[in-house]
Structures are given as structure tokens and as C-alpha cells.
């Protein structure tokens, strides 16, 4: 298990968008409850109010502002028919109306871990590749997302 998902959504969102914002020495905040999960490649977005959905924001910023992402409660939905999403705070939206959100990437089979918690691959979806700037496409591997699971 990565970090410690059984508080929350454990996920590092791209490992090469990571080395990027600091190898641009860029800056990554977190906040609203959100922090470190273990690694410095790894966030923890704390368990919400409700099943699947996790709180905190992630904000990754470098050249001088002009590059400037925020991951902020990411939610992991099921739907019927078995496929899961992750959705966050529309950016656009932050300081208006937090309801408002978009999903950023398509997750593939949920895997139990045994402990409590499922990880899933996730990929990139066109909100996603808008979201980090249009660098990667739609489809393009993130890295997997290890949230609480009961089954």
C-alpha cells in the first residue's frame, strides 16, 4: 500500500509532471488537509463526508506563475456499470463554487490490497490533459491511485 491510504486517496498524480515542477524549481503546496503521503512523490487527500470523495488541495506552481495546477478534492466515482472516474474542483471554480467539477482521469479495474484500501491505474482524460496544461495526451498513464475501499 502507498502512504497511508486507509485516512484518505493516496496519489502522486505523474511522476514526471513532479520532476518537471521541480526541476523548474517550482513550488508544491499542500493544503486544507491534504499533505505528504510517505514519499515526497506522493499526496494524501483525507477521507470527506462521503464514501469516495477526499479533501485537500495540491498546488503545483513554476515559471513564475506561468505554469499552475491545483488538484483539489478529488473524488473516485462508480458507476453502475463498474467504471470509475476521478473528478476535482473545476481550478476555474476554486474561489466561487467548489461544486462545480471536472474529471481529470478514467480509472481502470479497482484492485482490492487486502487492507482495507483498492488502487486503480488511472489515464488521463481531455479535462485531465487541459488541467496539466496540455503537455500529455488523452489516454497517457497517471500514476495509480490507492484510496479506502470496503468492496
Known sequence: MSGNAGGGLVWGLKASFLRYVTSAEGE???SDGADIAGSE????FPSGDEKGRFTGQVDFDAHGGMLKVTIADPWV???EDGKATLSV????????????RITIADLGEIV???????QASAAL????????????GP?????????PWAG
Do not use: C
Open 112 to 118: 482490492p490490497q487486502g487492507d482495507g484500501t483498492a
Open 139 to 147: 489516454g497517457d498513464e497517471l500514476d495509480p491511485v490507492t484510496f
Open 28 to 30: 508544491i503546496k499542500v
Open 89 to 100: 474542483v473545476n481550478p476555474a471554480k476554486l474561489k466561487t463554487d467548489r461544486s462545480q
Open 125 to 136: 482524460t481531455m479535462h485531465g490533459v487541459w488541467l496539466l496544461g496540455n503537455v500529455y
Open 41 to 44: 512523490t506522493e499526496f494524501l
Open 77 to 79: 466515482e462508480v458507476a
